[in-house]
């Protein structure tokens, strides 16, 4: 089967497509609050999967990490927003006390199934 890998470099890629489903490395943004930050994620999101073939309907599963849970209200009021609350995927959400920098507050990395 074929894996196809989109936007690498040699640490990473920003998306690995293979069988059917998409799988997205973990999305930060800069902005000066979790809404922001959010906001430009999801925002990421949408175009990788598009990118892929796929969409946010197509969710089946997301991780998010904040720096702190203080900040879950906030980033779940964007979240909600965003999703299709009738078939939302299954997702965590953890606590990190430190993410890549510190500027970053959010992180969210998701998978998908591509439309066949």
Not at 36 to 48: M, S
Not at 59 to 84: G, K, P, Q
Request: one cysteine or more.
């Amino acid at each position: 089967m074929t894996i196809v890998r989109a936007q690498s470099n040699q640490r990473m890629s920003q998306s690995v497509s293979h069988a059917g489903v998409v799988y997205t490395a973990g999305q930060v943004a800069e902005g000066d609050t979790v809404t922001e930050q959010t906001k430009a994620i999801l925002n990421q999101i949408d175009a990788l999967l598009a990118e892929t073939g796929s969409s946010r309907d197509k969710l089946l599963n997301a991780t998010i990490w904040l720096c702190s849970m203080d900040d879950f209200a906030e980033m779940n009021r964007v979240w909600d927003a965003w999703i299709d609350g009738k078939e939302p995927p299954a997702r965590a959400c953890v606590e990190s006390p430190r993410l890549a920098q510190a500027k970053f507050r959010v992180e969210i990395q998701v998978i998908a199934a591509q439309n066949v």
